[in-house]
T-cell receptor, first 109, second 113 residues
């Protein structure tokens, strides 16, 4: 079992809609969680990180963490065509940073 | 500019050849990582170094070795390259106590014939 699992894509949403991305992790010792965006042919770039239960908002992005359910999510509000990319979830456990396989999001104009 | 620098950006090797991928960061981060990325498989952790002087295996360490030369530099070596090691390799550094907690290098595209 992979340490980090993401909902399979691809995910297609209309412009202006909310894109919802989900991630689960297997190791309860994981302390911090990260969401990255990766454009084709580019390196991943950090969007948000979260380490406390609850919601964390940054602009159009909201990360949600539920440690009891071992679940992390990312909401993208008012989706734009520039949000079309692969989104990677990662979990940090005692310096070991593990990634999920990613979910590809396409925002339709 | 602050960040993570990887060299080379592209490399073609023959099966059995060896090479070292270089990575350097100038953000004074303690932890550094090597990943490989294959289509549809996300980033798989090869090795990581929590701090200078320590290294640990990740998910896919077989066929690789690493050296944390100092706080800035973390190299990845392929002793005897195999076609299965054809991939894009990313180096990253992290510090949770920094305003910019994580950076990735631009990647090395490695093909093994």
């Amino acid at each position: 079992q992979k340490e980090v699992e993401q909902n399979s894509g691809p995910l297609s949403v209309p412009e202006g809609a909310i894109a919802s991305l989900n991630c689960t992790y297997s190791d309860r010792g994981s302390q911090s969680f990260f969401w990255y965006r990766q454009y084709s042919g580019k390196s991943p770039e950090l969007i948000m990180f979260i380490y406390s239960n609850g919601d964390k908002e940054d602009g159009r992005f909201t990360a949600q963490l539920n440690k009891a359910s071992q679940y992390v999510s990312l909401l993208i509000r008012d989706s734009q065509p520039s949000d079309s990319a692969t989104y990677l979830c990662a979990a940090l456990n005692d310096y070991k940073l593990s990634f999920g396989a990613g979910t590809t999001v396409t925002v339709r104009a | 500019n602050a960040g993570v620098t990887q060299t080379p950006k592209f490399q073609v090797l023959k099966t059995g050849q060896s090479m070292t991928l270089q990575c350097a960061q100038d953000m004074n981060h303690n932890s550094m990582y090597w990943y490989r990325q294959d289509p549809g498989m996300g980033l798989r952790l090869i090795y990581y170094s929590a701090s200078e002087g320590t290294t640990d295996k990740g998910e896919v360490p077989n066929g690789y070795n690493v050296s944390r030369l100092n706080k800035r530099e973390f190299s990845l070596r392929l002793e005897s390259a195999a076609p299965s090691q054809t991939s894009v390799y990313f180096c990253a550094s992290i510090s949770l106590y920094s305003n910019q907690p994580q950076h990735f290098g631009d990647g090395t595209r490695l093909s093994i014939l």
